[in-house]
């Protein structure tokens, strides 16, 4: 699904970026801090969904809606909780309310799949239980079982999979493995850091303990709030 953001303040844009990285069968088209400009940028690439934040300077986002083709669904983004009402309006598919947790922006990406008729990937459906991934060095390929792996580690330019003491050395992002293990098996739980779910013993202090580690895992404020949801169900 193709994603628009349109907020004239950039820490704002960022957030919704993050959200959106998170999210495999999300894609990044476009972003702009100028409603004027991003008007005619999306008459052009018709993005599925437009993030639209309503209180800007040069034209507030309930008039920039209306420039919108009705093809493409928008999710207001705001400060105001007074500005709801009018929102819907303009048919507008959900309403959030900064700071958007990432919980509550799936909830809204849920909301847009079903209007737009759009199947979301099924990342717990795996024709395998392991991975072949490519090592520092040239031409070999480790093979991963699933059901060994403990966590996955961002470092520097390389990821680390941690099966127990053995540790695997990969050129590739944190997103790339993320986009390869079952979802209902691995969970983000970091910028840096994947963890196997089966292997969590306990989880205190905003730091994850695993079964066959003794190294603690961080739990990041963006991604705190996904996970404790997970571990709850």
């Known amino acids: ?9 950039l820490p704002a844009i960022r957030i919704i970026e ?3 990285a998170q999210i495999p069968d999300l894609i990044l088209v476009g972003k702009a801090t100028n ?17 639209l934040d309503i209180s800007m300077d040069e034209m507030n986002g309930l008039e920039v809606a209306s420039f919108i083709s009705k093809n493409t669904k928008v999710v207001f983004c705001t400060a105001y909780s007074e500005f709801a009402l009018n929102s819907y309006d303009f048919e507008a ?7 958007i947790g990432f919980a509550r922006f799936l909830k809204a990406i849920d909301k847009v799949k079903k209007l737009q008729n759009i199947e979301p990937q099924n990342d717990n459906i795996f024709k395998h239980d392991y991975v072949f991934v490519k090592t ?16 996955v580690e961002a ?46 013993i ?11 580690v003794s190294t603690k895992i961080p739990i990041g404020i963006n991604y705190k709030e996904l996970f404790l949801k997970k571990m709850n169900k």
């Open 93 to 99: 598919v959900d309403y959030l309310v900064k700071p």
């Open 136 to 151: 520092e060095q040239r031409g070999k390929l480790i093979k991963i079982n699933f059901d060994e792996l403990d966590y």
């Open 35 to 51: 409603p004027l400009a991003a008007i005619e940028e999306i008459k052009k690439i018709t993005p599925d969904v437009v993030f």
């Open 1 to 9: 699904m193709r994603c628009y953001i349109i907020d004239d303040e």
């Open 18 to 20: 993050k959200h959106i």
């Open 202 to 212: 306990a989880i205190e202090n905003n730091e994850i303990s695993l079964k066959n």
């Open 155 to 200: 470092m520097s330019n390389y990821i680390a999979y941690h099966c127990g003491a053995k540790k695997t050395l990969c050129y590739q992002t944190l997103k790339d493995a993320e986009d390869k293990l079952p979802a209902n098996t691995f969970i983000r739980v970091h910028k840096s850091y994947i963890v196997a779910i089966k292997q969590i």
